[in-house]
């Protein structure tokens, strides 16, 4: 057994302590139906979302499920401590970055090239390790009577005409992975002094993507970094007429276009990976994937199946060009927003 390395240990098990949690749950006993072992899945997608979608998936491949509910980060972490005796079979990440740490440590099995093919390259790993199940790209949200129109980067966030008129969540794990690809595109010092000077240029802080939203839709702040489906969302519950803030995708490669992704693995040493291979298939089925697009408003992932009514094509966005396994480096992008004070 190849066991983790002790510092890729301790940044995710820092990451997780920073990061908002969820309560974990999931029975130590994983026997299923007349005896035979459940498939176990350790998802880092949160309860309420994905519940009603796997006990769908418990039907489609004919076994028990077992679900052990958690952040990602410190779900990831988890595995890689218990190595092969871990019980998961799956791992069901929120994030690209912890199904990339756990590639790096290579306690993932390859998926058959079947599965990957339904998934274009950009939105699973390199060595066909791991698979996105579901995208949401970062964009900004802004207030039309505020401003006629959003900036076409992030850059010009630091601009003086954006003083005291910005939102974001600096303590968001989307907002913390778009300041990790970031760093992978554009370097630390780069980041660093793009953070430092957004910092400086009075952009207000909020708990979260949700709330980001609330106060640009109020005009509290003229724009807000958010990811797009939390505004689509809004939308559906409250109609487009009661919305004030409109969204901007930026164009152009920019960081602050990055599409994480919701993903799947299979883990080693389960003894169930084939029932774990039908879960990931189930995922990127239409009925998995209109769920997807239905309820979360994200991007379905598998060829053939359509986003929400209003989602621009997802081919159509302009994300920046980066392989979304290197989002891993969580514990640097801590520990740079901490020195600019901004965790």
């Not at 693995?265 to 998995?288: E, M």
């Not at 979360?296 to 992932?301: F, G, I, R, S, V």
Request: proline letters at 4%; glycine letters at 10%.
């Amino acid at each position: 057994m190849r066991r983790p390395s002790a510092r890729r240990l301790t940044a995710l098990a820092a990451a997780a302590v920073l990061l908002p949690a969820t309560a974990a749950c999931g029975a130590d006993d994983t026997s299923g139906k007349d005896g035979e072992s459940a498939l176990v899945i350790y998802s880092g997608r949160h309860e309420p979302l994905v519940k009603p979608l796997l006990k769908q998936l418990e039907k489609a491949v004919g076994t028990d499920v077992e679900v052990r509910y958690g952040d990602s980060a410190e779900l990831a972490a988890q595995i890689l401590e218990e190595g092969d005796r871990t019980k998961a079979a799956l791992f069901f990440s929120q994030d690209a970055g912890a199904l990339g740490a756990l590639s790096k440590e290579r306690r993932l099995e390859k998926l058959p090239q079947a599965t990957l093919d339904k998934v274009a390259p950009a939105y699973r790993a390199s060595n066909g390790d791991w698979i996105g199940l579901s995208g949401r790209s970062r964009v900004i949200a802004y207030h039309p009577e505020k401003t006629s129109k959003a900036p076409d980067s992030v850059h010009d966030l630091t601009k003086s005409e954006w003083k005291n008129k910005i939102g974001y969540a600096p303590t968001n794990a989307s907002f913390q992975a778009f300041v990790t690809g970031m760093r992978v595109l554009e370097g630390d010092d780069a980041t660093r002094t793009w953070l430092k000077d957004l910092k400086a240029n009075g952009a207000k802080t909020y708990n979260n993507n949700l709330a980001v939203l609330e106060a640009v839709d109020s005009g509290e702040v003229s724009l807000g970094l958010i990811n797009h489906y939390y505004w689509y969302e809004k939308v559906a519950e409250k109609g487009a007429d009661k919305v004030t803030a409109k969204l901007h995708f930026l164009p152009g490669g920019d960081p602050g276009a990055l599409i994480n992704v919701a993903g799947a693995g299979v883990l080693k040493g389960s003894g169930q990976s084939g029932t774990a291979r039908k879960a990931v298939d189930f995922l990127l089925s239409q009925q998995a994937q209109s769920y997807f697009a239905d309820k979360t408003k994200e991007y379905p992932l598998a060829a053939g199946v359509s986003p929400a009514e209003g989602l621009p094509a997802l081919d159509s966005l302009e994300a920046p060009d980066i392989d979304l396994g290197k989002l891993d480096s969580l514990q640097e992008t801590l520990a740079m927003l901490r020195d600019v004070g901004m965790v």
